[in-house]
């Protein structure tokens, strides 16, 4: 049985419950883990969720190896640490087109969709509407779950967090919605990883050598549609005010590093392929160091 929701969200919404959706409680009481946190909230609060965005501009117009590899790593990991099991419930915060969760559904689990945005809803509808998989969808955010409290199994969040207003107040929310023994599982892109530190250092020189890169946002730059850039200490300070972290891994390496991309495309695909395959592997016990950190939490009966 899925959990009732608390709002009217279950199905994709009409023009005019979208403006129920953007008046969503705005995020107060927040426990900051960390004072910059405090700041970042400060100055999103205002904010309106972007009940609009769409993933067009997500995968660039050139994908590199790199890039395509970082992609079905992240999603590969993610779903293994996932590890859904037959009848699970599972929600996917952020879902987006619900691919992911349409494979969750193939492993036997129960999974329900939560996405704020009316477009990515429509794209989520449509795919499913081609697979064999059924999600439900609700139209939410993390920071105001429409759900009673432990009705799930798991919770995952892919490469979404940096993009919510408060994700503190979504940390409370997860912890809220979980079963006490259940697992929430977070991976999202590590702005403080090796590649981008080494991006960084060698700016001056990739820029001589290429000025028109000048013009183009760095990859470590914030992206215009996210409100943070997360790394690993800032991602385990916010868990750990409702979980206990059971464990911590890296995925990818280099991701940011000038002309890495185009190198590996000028090489053969088993060439490139086995570089970024052993880059990989020797991310895994660094995810302060790779350009994806994973996490798999459980939640703490206390905030501490
Ligand atoms: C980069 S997409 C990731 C989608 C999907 N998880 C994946 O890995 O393909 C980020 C998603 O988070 C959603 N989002 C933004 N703010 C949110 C919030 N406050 N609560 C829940 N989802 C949010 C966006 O609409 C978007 O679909």
């Known amino acids: ?19 129920e959706a953007a008046k ?13 946190f405090q700041t970042m909230i400060q100055n999103h609060n205002t904010e309106k969720i972007d009940l609009e965005w769409n993933d067009d501009d997500v995968v660039p117009a050139v994908v590199y190896p790199n890039l395509d590899f970082l992609f079905q790593q992240m999603l590969r990991l993610t779903l293994k640490e ?8 599972i929600l996917d915060v952020g879902c987006g087109r619900a691919i992911d969760g349409a494979q969750l559904c193939e492993k036997g689990a129960q999974v329900v969709g939560l996405e704020p945005s009316r477009v990515m809803l429509v794209r989520a509808k449509e795919y499913l509407s081609q697979s ?24 995952m969040c892919k490469g979404a967090l940096d993009h919510f207003l ?10 809220r919605v979980l079963k006490p023994q259940g697992e929430m599982i977070i991976s999202i892109a590590n702005f403080n990883s090796l590649g981008f530190r080494l991006g960084k250092r060698l700016y001056p020189v990739t820029k001589f050598l290429s000025p ?9 730059e914030l992206p215009p549609d996210h409100k943070y850039k997360f790394d690993y200490p800032l991602l385990g300070s916010l868990v750990k005010q ?7 891994k890296g995925i990818s390496l280099f991701f940011g590093l000038p002309a890495w991309g185009s190198l590996l495309s000028r090489l053969p695909h088993s060439v490139s392929y086995a570089l970024l395959k052993t880059l990989d592997r020797l991310a895994r ?18 905030p501490k």
Not at 1 to 18: C, F, H, K, Q, V
Not at 27 to 32: A, D, R, T, Y
Not at 82 to 89: D, I, M, Q
Not at 212 to 220: F, G, I, N, V, Y
């Open 1 to 19: 049985m899925l959990p009732e929701p608390s709002a009217d969200l279950t199905n994709i919404p009409a023009g005019r419950r979208l403006h």
């Open 24 to 36: 969503l409680r705005p995020c107060v009481n927040l426990i900051s883990p960390r004072p910059e």
């Open 82 to 89: 996932v590890a859904a099991g037959h009848g699970e419930l």
């Open 132 to 155: 064999s998989s059924r999600v439900a969808l609700a139209q939410g955010i993390g920071e105001n779950l429409p759900f009673k409290p432990h009705s799930f199994d798991k919770v």
């Open 166 to 175: 408060s994700p503190d107040k979504t940390m409370e929310e997860i912890a």
């Open 212 to 220: 028109s890169l000048a013009k183009e946002r760095k990859p470590w």
């Open 242 to 248: 409702h979980f206990e972290v059971k464990k911590a």
């Open 285 to 302: 016990p660094f995810p302060s160091l790779a350009d994806v950190v994973l996490m798999k939490c459980i939640p703490v009966d206390e």
